[in-house]
Each structure stands twice: as structure tokens, then as C-alpha cells.
């Protein structure tokens, strides 16, 4: 189990701390009849008190240690402008202009596109 770095960790509350800044976790015991498991104290690097979060230990490191959905997502998009990049870099000139008269397609366009948008996330 491994901390995602730079994550952003919600703790309830309006509170979010940054994942690889969370030092330590410490359940809240049964307390106002609110059930075991429901609040938790955050050690925060930095803090000299703990900070207390209206959510489990357990949700708490989930998010601490895996890679958030949107992230992977928006990685594999990356990944594959990068790819049809390098594909439509490939194609020769006689080629894309075939391509333009026959299916109307401009992949000089596309390929001005793709490098605007991969330039932007970098």
C-alpha cells in the first residue's frame, strides 16, 4: 500500500489536507451515540493538534492510497492524443492529401489540435 503524493484527501467538515502531509489516523470512539468508525483524528504534518474529520479511518486511507478516478481517466485520454499524435505524425503528405479529398478529413488540422491540447498539459 503505497500514499498517492499531492492527492488532495477530503476529511469532512470542509477539510482537505494534502494525502502525503497525513502522518497518522486515529479512530474516535463511540462518542454522542453517533457508532464506532464515524469520526477520526488526523495527525497532519505540520499541525500540533490533530484535526478532526467526520469520516472513517478506513475512507480516509482508501483516499489517501489510491489514484483518483478523474486522474487515471484524464492519464489514458493523455495517453491516447499522444498515440493518434505519433500515428497521424507518421502519415506522408500524399497520403493526407488523399485523405482530404476523399473523406474530407484535414489531419494537418488534427494533428495542430492534438499538439495545442498535449502542449497545454504538460
Known sequence: MRVEKGVMVALGYGKYF??????????????????PGQRTRVYVEGLGEPVVASRSQSTILRDMVETPREVTRAGEQYRLLVDILETVRD????????????????????ERQILSTVSEGE
Open 18 to 35: 494534502r494525502s502525503d502531509a497525513i502522518v497518522g489516523l486515529e479512530p474516535i470512539e463511540d462518542e454522542e451515540g453517533r457508532g
Open 91 to 110: 502519415i506522408n503528405p500524399v497520403l493526407r492529401q488523399i485523405i482530404r479529398q476523399q473523406a474530407n478529413w484535414d489531419l494537418d488540422r488534427l
